[in-house]
């Protein structure tokens, strides 16, 4: 079975290993720690500070499997020469219609997807509305609160 592909810019990988390092040298030691001070409060079964420890544990090793997945599937977004069309890892504009403000956003990954520092995923509905439009170019955005419409303002 063929694993799904993560899209991501460069940056956004580096940032991914750099977390990894961290979850593996530090983290983990960190919880371990937990682990033997919560062992020698005594019964296990009753000893809610070795549950969280343990429940820890299996978070920080979830993740570190995830980012691992993550690297290991990791499609590098290249940079696209043609700027007038929007598309992974292009900053657009655009301002919703008829006097909405503008609004700027880099379309990256699901895995780098943070819109409140202004990246949101290639899968989300905005995204799939306004890529492969261009300046000056309409759209009509489906959101949950219902349709919006957009105009594409900047793409770079």
């Given at each position: 079975?063929?694993?799904?592909k993560?899209?991501?810019?460069?940056?956004?990988?580096?940032?991914?290993?750099?977390?990894?390092?961290?979850?593996?040298?530090?983290?983990?030691?960190?919880?371990?720690?937990?682990?033997?001070v919560?062992r020698?409060f005594g019964?296990?079964s009753?000893?809610?500070?070795?549950?969280?420890?343990?429940?820890?544990?299996?978070?920080?090793?979830g993740?570190?499997?995830?980012?691992?997945?993550?690297?290991?599937?990791?499609?590098?977004i290249?940079?696209?020469k043609?700027?007038?069309?929007v598309?992974?890892g292009?900053?657009?504009?655009?301002k919703?219609l008829?006097?909405g403000?503008?609004?700027?956003?880099?379309?990256v990954?699901?895995?780098?997807?943070?819109?409140?520092?202004?990246k949101?995923?290639?899968?989300?509905?905005?995204?799939?509305?306004?890529?492969?439009?261009?300046?000056?170019?309409?759209?009509i955005?489906?959101?949950p609160?219902?349709d919006?419409?957009v105009?594409i303002?900047e793409?770079?």
């Open positions: 079975m063929a694993e799904e993560h899209y991501m810019t460069l940056e956004g990988k580096e940032k991914l290993e750099k977390e990894l390092e961290f979850l593996k040298t530090e983290r983990r030691k960190e919880v371990v720690e937990r682990i033997k919560a020698s019964d296990l009753e000893n809610s500070e070795y549950d969280s420890a343990k429940e820890e544990q299996a978070f920080v090793e993740r570190i499997q995830q980012i691992e997945t993550m690297i290991r599937n990791a499609e590098i290249e940079e696209d043609d700027s007038s069309v598309s992974l292009k900053k657009v504009t655009f919703e008829p006097d403000e503008e609004e700027q956003y880099v379309i990954g699901r895995a780098e997807a943070d819109p409140l520092e202004g949101i995923s290639n899968e989300s509905p905005m995204a799939q509305s306004l890529i492969g439009k261009g300046t000056g170019d309409q759209v955005v489906s959101t609160g219902g919006m419409k105009e303002t793409v770079q």
